[in-house]
């Protein structure tokens, strides 16, 4: 069990080091001095703590690592938390990321595991109505339809023309043969079929691939005009790529220590594309430029989840923001730091594991961000009142069809009679000029 005695630690005083990192770590600092000592607010972290010391009976005292860091390698040692425990001016620490360098000068105990990188952009936005009526199908399927178009059209002349050959009979011309196809293809085929054989086995099976065609188009545009589809969503890095003239960022303290190592030395070229264009800015100004558009925000789950949902969420649970569900993960795991030597660390490993195979740290950390939510939500009277955006409020907004739906039929409708005008114009203009 949990409470089982592992040792008696006899009320030894640990002095630990940490930074905010919310779920995992979050306190108030004591005083305005740098590296002063701090008082934790309900956390991951700190719930572990509590646990720990009433079970190895110890009590500790928390201080702030300089600069807020997790700790860089520079001139020959570590910065930040990974300093401190280098130096030993602290025992332990609350969450670091292990990396090859880190592993040198401190011991690591894995706690949870690394929260993923996510992007987090607008929801994907309502594909324009005036397309609706070529949407149920790809463009290199209307491709295919075309080619096949002519391509059926050229082989039926092909043939009458042999036929005609041999028999001395009419044939058919090749203007006459493509328009045969194209109108069998919109369901209004000519009612007199080709009078030899091998023109009307040709046919039959058009007919049959018209049927096909047209029943497959059939269907799919009523799902399209039932329900309107809407843009892709951003899900890795290459999405990102992919948009062309978009951009994205993270805040400072995320574009540093392990994470900075991860981007900055990976070989991966679509990584490598994302650090060079990474914007660093604050998370409010991050958020602002992802609702202007052509903008996404990348961080951590965990992190911008409490946020988005805090302050960004209306009673409703509607937000403007999507938060990709394909992460990735930029370090192994998260978990604490310890002084090298210390004769504490197999006693703290051993409880650790404890603690994780009873599922005890996925069930706090849902809680201590559900609550942290709550609090927030609380503080600025959210629950109260409806914050959507004037964009999300249209679009949630159920309406009949209309001819905003359907303007793209009409359009086509205007091409054709234009087309149909400028061939009858041709048509007079070269019967004139064959006139004596």
């Not at 969420?313 to 990735?328: N, V």
């Not at 210390?342 to 069930?363: H, K, N």
Request: charged fraction near 20%; proline fraction near 4%; include cysteine.
């Amino acid at each position: 069990m949990l409470n089982d005695r592992v040792d008696n630690m006899m009320g030894h005083r640990f002095q630990l080091a940490t930074r905010p990192y919310f779920p995992y770590m979050d306190y108030r600092t004591d005083t305005d001095e740098p590296e002063s000592r701090v008082t934790p607010i309900d956390s991951l972290d700190f719930r572990i703590l509590d646990v720990f010391a009433a079970t190895l009976n110890f009590t500790y005292e928390i201080n702030e690592a300089p600069n807020r860091a997790f700790g860089d390698y520079r001139n020959g040692s570590f910065t930040g938390i990974i300093g401190k425990l280098e130096r030993e001016e602290a025992d332990l620490s609350t969450i670091v990321a292990p990396t090859p360098g880190r592993l040198q000068v401190v011991q690591f105990c894995r706690v949870y595991e690394s929260d993923k990188m996510v992007i987090t952009s607008l929801k994907p936005a309502l594909l324009p109505a005036s397309l609706s009526l070529i949407r149920p199908f790809e463009g290199e399927l209307w491709l295919g339809l075309l080619v096949s178009v002519v391509a059926w059209g050229v082989i039926l002349w092909l043939l009458q023309r042999a036929w005609r050959w041999m028999s001395g009979r009419r044939g058919v011309r090749l203007n006459t043969a493509l328009l045969y196809g194209w109108r069998t293809l919109l369901e209004q085929p000519p009612t007199t079929p080709p009078s030899n054989m091998t023109g009307r086995v040709l046919v039959g099976w058009w007919l049959v691939f018209c049927l096909i065609i047209t029943t497959g188009f059939r269907s799919s545009l009523i799902a399209h005009l039932t329900v309107q589809g809407r843009s892709k969503t951003l899900d890795n890095f290459r999405d990102l790529l992919d948009q062309g003239d978009w951009r994205w960022g993270t805040e400072p303290w995320q574009f540093s220590g392990a994470t900075l190592v991860y981007f900055s030395t990976n070989t991966d070229p679509v990584v490598k594309q994302i650090n060079d264009k990474m914007e660093v800015l604050l998370v409010k100004e991050a958020l602002q430029k992802v609702l202007e558009g052509g903008f996404s925000f990348i961080s951590v789950k965990n992190y911008v989840r409490v946020i988005v949902d805090s302050w960004y969420t209306d009673a409703y649970g509607e937000t403007p923001f999507y938060i990709s569900h394909h992460g990735i993960h930029t370090l192994a795991c998260f978990g604490w730091g310890f002084r090298r030597g210390a004769p504490f660390y197999d006693r703290f490993v051993q409880l650790m594991s404890r603690v994780e195979d009873a599922g005890i740290i996925s069930y706090w950390t849902d809680e201590v961000i559900a609550r942290r939510v709550r609090e927030n939500r609380r503080a600025e009277a959210l629950d109260h009142d409806v914050v959507l955006t004037d964009k999300l409020q249209e679009e949630s907004s159920r309406e009949a069809l209309g001819l905003q739906h359907l303007q793209g039929a009409f359009y086509l409708l205007l091409l054709g009679s234009c087309l149909a005008f400028l061939t009858l114009l041709g048509e007079n203009l070269a019967y004139s000029s064959s006139l004596p």
